[in-house]
């Protein structure tokens, strides 16, 4: 096998069979593929690269977080959910014996503390300049780590939060398969290392606020922000969530109240699509009648990398893991920024 791949000890291999065993028998699909440590610390890899892997969490797999509660330390589900008895034993193995029990919370606890030791100029300016959530002060540390390890491992399905058993194991990359969904989640593909996965619409800051670590992504999105142009508001937001659809392009919802504009986030850069981020911007802004499309574009960019070297500045006058992640962020996020050039007319 290709890479630098640690495998699991005997120990670890006898649990995975025994849990893969249960999960085919619920249902599930696991072909081709065994855990390993990797670049990327945990994570899934083909037994043979030349074969695809599949994998497929039915809907019987996939628990609601509401569901879930820790006791005594333990991954439980919640005695009054509505989930059936052997869905709920495999559940809480998997859990407690190859993800929250394997690493998952050692994992969670070491990313919270090198938060909570971050440098106050460096705290200061993710809160106050990039908007980032640090963890609840009114939770326990405990509660805090919980909180950690569920909002990292949930996917959003048919409207809801869930977590999806085996699958969560799978890393991210900016050209992993996508998740296919369809009743359940799958994936299937041929991996030549390690089988990662595509999140889903994020750029490179969005990887690290939601997951903590570093992505080079293709594209990247504005920060939230309020530009004034003349006598006119444009208020911007990262609601990703919030698009709809303009020939074959995903745009973001704009509406309009009387002299503020507000635009559900703003694409600034596309290394695939290069010509389309000031496309569609000339586009929605022209519909709201704004005339200065171009020169709003180059100030919103602008300030954008501005922000994102600001915070370099910051960094560099420290060391350590996160900070390292960081400084690699901004890096990401500052060259996916520089990937608009010219423009193209959208359809619709």
Known sequence: MPGMVSRPTKAQQSKWDEVIETFRALGGTADN????????????FPIDPDKPVRIALPENLLVDVEAVMFEDGKFRIRPEARVPDRERAFFEFFENELSWGDGGKAE????LDQLDRLPESVHDFLSEELGFQFPDASRTQDEQIQNRFIRGRAIAYEGRDRLMPVLHLVNHTADGCPFKFEKGISIDRTFENEVCAHYGLYDPWGVFENWGFSCAEPLAFS??????VDGQELAISRQLDRRTKRGKFRVPIVEKDGKRTSISYVM????RFPRASKGIFYQLMRDIGQPNAEALFDEIRRFNIQKFLNFLAILDDHRGPLITTLKQTCRH??????????TRKIDG
Do not use: D, F
């Open 223 to 228: 920060m939230p922000s309020i530009v004034n």
């Open 268 to 271: 600034l850069g596309h290394a």
């Open 108 to 111: 969670c606890e070491a990313y």
């Open 33 to 44: 593929v065994m855990p390993g440590y990797g670049a990327r610390g945990r994570g899934l």
């Open 333 to 342: 996020q500052i060259s996916a920024l520089t990937h608009a050039i010219g």
